[in-house]
């Protein structure tokens, strides 16, 4: 199985600030891979997919590169409604698998 | 609108058997592959199984196969997962997930999630 390795596993961050989170995979992915935001009690919402293509509705401060093996989600400002935990989630091969989370929490 | 809700979701001692549902609404349920996704409490998100819009393809994670079944029902509008053989590791909130596909590049994501539905196996 392909493991997504996540860093860090928390962080804080002020508002406005400019946010990075890596995602690694344990073999290359291409671009099979999807960044979502999960908030305390809520289903997980899907940002970005096929590594840089941006959901419809999310806010242009997220935005996701990479491809192969490295892959970062950036917000370029962070808001308040940003605080929250972010997963990566690969589609190149079956298991399909999450890396273990990016806790964003106010500094 | 897309929605997506679980249901079937309780307590059950270890060795249990337990049905999820997941009734959807607001898409043609029949053109979409579906999965589950667990999460267990405090923990990360776990792919659990996936079915194709057929049903003619189900794959599992290794952690449920051999015990967990998942089916559908395109009449219905409905999305199963038959939980046997229930564990304490197997207590999660589980989530219905519709699996997208855009053509022509094939890029694939989970874009709708239903609630959860939280299954706590104990004694």
């Known amino acids: 199985a392909i493991q997504l390795t996540q860093s860090p596993s928390s962080l804080s961050a002020s508002v406005g600030d400019r946010v990075t989170i890596t995602c690694r995979a344990s073999?290359?992915?291409?671009?099979?891979l999807a960044w979502y935001q999960q908030k305390p009690g809520k289903a997980p919402k899907l940002l970005i997919y096929d590594a840089s293509s941006l959901e419809s509705g999310v806010p242009s401060r997220f935005s996701g590169s990479g491809s192969g093996t490295d892959f970062t989600l950036t917000i370029s400002s962070l808001q308040p409604e940003d605080f929250a935990t972010y997963y990566c989630?690969?589609?190149?091969?079956?298991?399909?698998?999450f890396g273990g989370g990016t806790k964003v929490e106010i500094k | 609108e897309v929605q997506l809700v679980e249901s079937g979701g309780g307590l059950v001692q270890p060795g249990g058997s337990l049905r999820l549902s997941c009734a959807a609404s607001g898409f043609t349920f029949s053109s979409y592959e579906m999965n589950w996704v667990r999460q267990a409490p405090g923990k990360g998100l776990e792919w659990v199984s996936y079915i194709s819009s057929s049903g003619s393809t189900i794959y599992y994670a290794d952690s449920v196969k051999g015990r967990f079944t998942i089916s559908r029902d395109n009449a219905k509008n409905s999305l199963y997962l038959q939980m046997n053989s229930l564990r304490a590791e197997d207590t999660a909130v589980y989530y219905c997930?519709?699996?997208?596909?855009?053509?022509?590049?094939?890029?694939?994501?989970?874009?709708?999630w239903g609630q959860g539905t939280l299954v706590t196996v104990s004694s």
């Open positions: 989630q690969q589609f190149n091969n079956y298991p399909l698998t």
């Open positions: 997930a519709r699996d997208r596909w855009i053509v022509p590049a094939a890029m694939r994501n989970f874009d709708y």
């Open positions: 073999q290359g992915i291409s671009s099979a």
